[in-house]
C-alpha cells in the first residue's frame, strides 16, 4: 500500500506525510468516507472526485484520496500531474493520497474490507474526509468501499438513455420500474445508512453541453423522478465540459481554471451541503 508518495505493507501503513493541506487541524473521530461511484465509465467519476477533493480542502475539511479504480488509475494520474504543477502553482492546495496495489487471487471480501479499513486508518490520521474513486465493477476493494461508504455518489450522464439504465428492461426491452443491478447493489451497500437518516446515496446528473433549454429542462425533470422511484437522495447536476477536461490534464479543476464553466463552483458548493460532512457542520460556504 502507498500512502502520499510513502509505501508499507497492508498490514502496518505508513503515517501520512505533509502531502495534505489542511486549513485547520484534524479535530479527531472517524474520518467521513465517500465514494464516487456509476453504473457506466465515462460519466466524470474521476473528475468529480478530483474537484470535489480540493473543493473540501479549500472549505476547510482536511480531505484525502483513494484511487480503486485498478484498471484506470486516472485520479493517481490526475495527483501525479498536480503535484507537477505544484512548481509553477504553489498555492494549490494537494491532498493526502493512497494507492491500492492490484489485488490478487487471494484478495476476497474479507481480505478487501480488511485492506481497506487498513487504508481508512492511514488516511484518517490526517483527514476528517476521504474521497474514494471506486466504480463499483473495479474489484473487491470496490465493492468494500462501497459498503464503508457514509455516502455513495453515482455519476450518470444526463441523457434518457443512462436514465433508463437505472432501470431493469422487460420483455418488450422497455425501462421498467425494476431497479437495475447497480441500483440493487447501491441499495444493498447503503440499507443501514439510510435506515439512522445518513444521506446514503445521491444521484448526480452529468450535463454536457449540447443539453441546454427546454431539453435541459426535461432531463432534469426525468432525473428527480428516477431519484424518487429509486430511493436516491437531491444532488445538483454537474457540468461535464471542455473546461473540466483541460483541468483535469493538468492536475486541475475547475475551482482553479480561468476557462472553467460559471456553473462548476456553485454545483460543488451545492454537493458539498448535500453531503452533509460533519467536518463543515455549520461552516459558511463559498467557493
Same mark, same amino acid.
Request: proline share 8%.
Given at each position: 500500500?502507498?500512502? %502520499?508518495?510513502?509505501? &508499507?505493507?497492508?498490514? @502496518?501503513? *505508513? /503515517?501520512?506525510?505533509? +502531502?495534505?493541506?489542511? $486549513? ?109 474513486? %471506486?466504480?463499483?465493477? &473495479?474489484?473487491?476493494? @470496490?465493492? *468494500? /468501499?462501497?459498503?464503508? +461508504?457514509?455516502?455513495? $455518489? ?104 480561468d476557462s472553467a464553466s460559471g456553473t462548476a463552483p456553485q454545483a460543488l458548493r451545492d454537493l458539498i451541503i *448535500?453531503?452533509?460532512?460533519? +467536518? ?8
Amino acid at each position: 500500500m502507498s500512502v %502520499a508518495g510513502g509505501s &508499507a505493507s497492508a498490514a @502496518a501503513p *505508513a /503515517a501520512l506525510s505533509d +502531502a495534505a493541506t489542511p $486549513v485547520r487541524p484534524r479535530v479527531g473521530g472517524r474520518p467521513h468516507v465517500i465514494v464516487i461511484s456509476g453504473p457506466a465509465d465515462g460519466a466524470g467519476k474521476t473528475s468529480l472526485a478530483a474537484a470535489l477533493s480540493v473543493a473540501l480542502l479549500t472549505h476547510g475539511a482536511p480531505t484525502g484520496v483513494l484511487d480503486l479504480d485498478l484498471r484506470r488509475r486516472a485520479l493517481s494520474l490526475w495527483l501525479n500531474r498536480r503535484k507537477a504543477t505544484l512548481t509553477t502553482r504553489p498555492d494549490l492546495v494537494m491532498p493526502a493520497a493512497a494507492t491500492a496495489p492490484p489485488g490478487g487471487p487471494e484478495h476476497d471480501e474479507l481480505t478487501a474490507a480488511r485492506d481497506l479499513q487498513l487504508f481508512i486508518d492511514a488516511l484518517g490520521q490526517a483527514c476528517e474526509a476521504i474521497v474514494v474513486d %471506486a466504480p463499483i465493477g &473495479a474489484g473487491p476493494l @470496490a465493492r *468494500a /468501499a462501497h459498503k464503508a +461508504a457514509d455516502v455513495i $455518489v453515482s455519476v450518470t450522464p444526463e441523457s434518457a438513455v443512462e436514465i433508463a439504465g437505472l432501470f431493469e428492461n422487460d420483455e418488450d426491452a422497455l425501462p421498467s420500474k425494476r431497479p437495475s443491478r447497480y441500483v440493487r447493489m447501491i441499495w444493498e451497500a447503503t440499507m443501514k445508512r439510510t435506515a439512522t437518516g445518513d444521506p446514503g446515496w445521491l444521484l448526480v446528473a452529468s450535463r454536457g453541453l449540447s443539453a441546454e433549454g427546454g431539453e435541459a429542462v426535461e432531463m432534469t425533470r426525468r432525473f428527480a423522478e428516477a431519484r424518487r422511484l429509486l430511493g436516491a437522495g437531491p444532488a445538483p447536476t454537474i457540468p461535464e465540459d471542455a473546461a473540466w477536461r483541460r483541468g483535469f490534464d493538468a492536475g486541475l479543476t475547475p475551482l482553479e481554471t480561468d476557462s472553467a464553466s460559471g456553473t462548476a463552483p456553485q454545483a460543488l458548493r451545492d454537493l458539498i451541503i *448535500a453531503l452533509r460532512l460533519p +467536518a463543515l457542520e455549520g461552516a459558511r460556504l463559498a467557493i
